[in-house]
């Protein structure tokens, strides 16, 4: 039978009770922090590391399956869209149930939906199954940060959440690393099955380690009502963000998807102001270094996961690189992640969030510039640089902009909290996909026709100018078999210019947001509520 914690929690105003300096360490494995810490950061890395490790696996299947560019974007926009729509619920069915049971089930589910991906024969299946991990890891997410926080004293909550974000950081950078290996040594369906023993061992671990942390304000009732308006609202936004570049911005559809969300965010202000146990009790966002730091994860995911969604790419059709080496091109970026979470952990708790942050976003700005700026004959060591440089300044938003969002709401809302943390991440990570990716389909749509005439390529009719410009917004050269040598040269030369245009300029767009995001940052500060659950596992 589970063993059950009584938590005293505190509201945005109340002052927090005092956390043991010394607390008498746990017996056994039940509840002990550090193993929980290992228990939820396996099944975070699941979660994390398929943000990601399927951006190396795209060229493959898109290649087996006979997808299209706008289906590879659907493999990784499915997931994001999942996960953003569904993480504040899920976080407060953590809140409700209990986080050790959403933990459980999230990681359950997660792993049965990877090895379904792997059994599929079609891009749809393969869709589909993405949606339902991106369900299930929306259970385990925020549940993960919500364990964390019941269990770790105050003093140390900042050096688990470094580590937690450690892990998170790693698993999303080294993603590609890992799905070169899998994809070039044994095949895509791989990238997927790898996550059946991992969930394993993260549920016989999750059993045997995990206690049941529960607020004594937990939520007794469900926000019905407010769960289908925000969940409608999400929806809309994160679809009308993704089908845009297809719909074009100016869509009266585009534009259509977007009123409602806005109309339902409206509706779910006003409901949540008068219903007795709101899902998302506004008040928490009368905190500003809360407000701030659900920003902030916004602007660093468009920043980070748009510019890596073009980078692999990069790497493997322009520069020719075969998977594995295209993952380990990205080493460095792996790497100082690796090394700088933990750091940038020991630095917030000496020096607060503010400065981390903020130079973080600076250093990821100056990143993001430093990308814009690659060409076709772009060295190795060049790239390292700039790779190593988008670690380092994302490592301290990653540890530092969970701190602030966890830190700053109530103990009975760690589990919305933590759901409101890891869908700013999702937001963003869907938003730097569809913007920047129709930034690079608009200077692909302008400077191709050009680039081609100016190559003295013989002209193309408008569908053929339409077919060359989705292999070129993957850096594909579309080479026609029996093709004579200097016009395929030709014709590649135009696709990789044409491409790496593209890429410069979302490129610099992004540098631009991290820039926003830098003036942000500045809006940020320690938790207050961080010292709710100090003393919740008696360790």
């Not at 951006?55 to 499915?78: E, H, M, R």
């Not at 070129?472 to 210019?497: F, M, R, S, W």
């Not at 926003?516 to 919740?536: D, I, S, W």
Request: with cysteine.
């Amino acid at each position: 039978m589970t063993s059950q914690t009584t938590i005293s929690a505190t509201g945005p105003g109340d002052k927090a009770p005092a956390a043991p300096s010394d607390p008498t360490p746990s017996t056994g494995l039940r509840g002990h922090p550090w193993f929980t810490l290992i228990t939820v950061a396996v099944g975070v890395m699941m979660v994390a590391l398929d943000g990601t490790i399927v951006a190396i696996a795209n060229p493959a299947i898109q290649k087996d399956l006979g997808a299209s560019f706008a289906d590879v974007q659907w493999i990784t926009n499915g997931y994001f869209l999942a996960l953003a729509v569904s993480l504040i619920t899920a976080g407060k069915l953590g809140d409700r149930f209990g986080h050790r049971q959403t933990f459980l089930i999230g990681v359950s589910g997660f792993a049965l939906a990877s090895g379904a991906i792997g059994l599929s024969h079609s891009i749809a299946f393969v869709v589909t199954f993405r949606v339902l991990q991106g369900l299930f890891g929306a259970l385990l997410m925020p549940a993960a940060l919500g364990l964390l926080r019941a269990t770790f004293p105050a003093e140390k909550l900042n050096m688990a959440i470094g580590l937690w974000g450690m892990v998170i950081g790693a698993s999303t950078a080294g993603g590609p690393i890992l799905g070169g290996v899998l994809v070039e040594h044994v095949n895509w369906q791989s990238v997927f099955f790898i996550n059946v023993p991992v969930g394993a061992i993260a549920l016989i671990l999750g059993l045997l380690i995990l206690r049941d942390h529960r607020a004594e304000n937990a939520p007794r009732s469900f926000d019905i009502l407010g769960i289908v308006l925000l969940s409608g609202a999400m929806f809309c936004l994160v679809w009308a963000l993704i089908k845009a570049p297809t719909w074009g911005w100016g869509s009266g559809t585009t534009w259509a998807f977007l009123a409602v969300s806005v109309l339902g965010f409206a509706l779910f202000a006003f409901w949540e102001q008068r219903v007795k146990e709101p899902l998302i009790p506004l008040g928490l966002f009368r905190s500003v270094p809360l407000s701030a730091g659900v920003v902030l994860m916004v602007l660093m995911a468009i920043a980070f996961m748009g510019g890596l969604f073009f980078v692999t790419f990069y790497l493997q059709n322009v520069h020719g690189m075969s998977p594995i080496d295209a993952g380990l091109h990205l080493l460095p970026l792996t790497g100082m992640m690796i090394v700088g979470s933990p750091l940038a952990g020991a630095a917030i708790t000496k020096l607060g969030p503010r400065i981390p942050l903020a130079g973080g976003m600076a250093a990821t700005a100056i990143a993001m510039y430093g990308m814009s700026t690659l060409t076709s004959d772009t060295g190795s060591a060049v790239m390292s640089i700039w790779f190593a440089l988008l670690g380092l300044g994302l490592a301290p938003v990653m540890v530092g902009a969970t701190e602030v969002i966890v830190g700053n709401a109530p103990m009975e809302l760690s589990g919305v909290a933590g759901g409101l943390q890891q869908a700013a991440m999702q937001i963003g990570g869907s938003l730097g996909t569809a913007v920047l990716g129709a930034v690079m389909a608009s200077r692909v749509d302008s400077d191709l026709a050009g680039n081609w005439a100016d190559a003295g390529l013989p002209k193309l009719t408008q569908p053929q100018l339409d077919a060359t410009a989705e292999a070129v917004q993957v850096g594909v050269a579309p080479i026609a078999p029996n093709t004579p040598e200097t016009i395929a040269a030709k014709i590649t030369q135009v696709a990789h210019d044409t491409f790496i245009s593209g890429m410069s300029l979302a490129c610099l767009v992004a540098a631009g947001v991290a820039v926003v995001a830098v003036f942000v940052a500045l809006l940020t500060k320690r938790g207050e509520n961080a010292e709710a659950g100090a003393g919740a596992a008696h360790i």
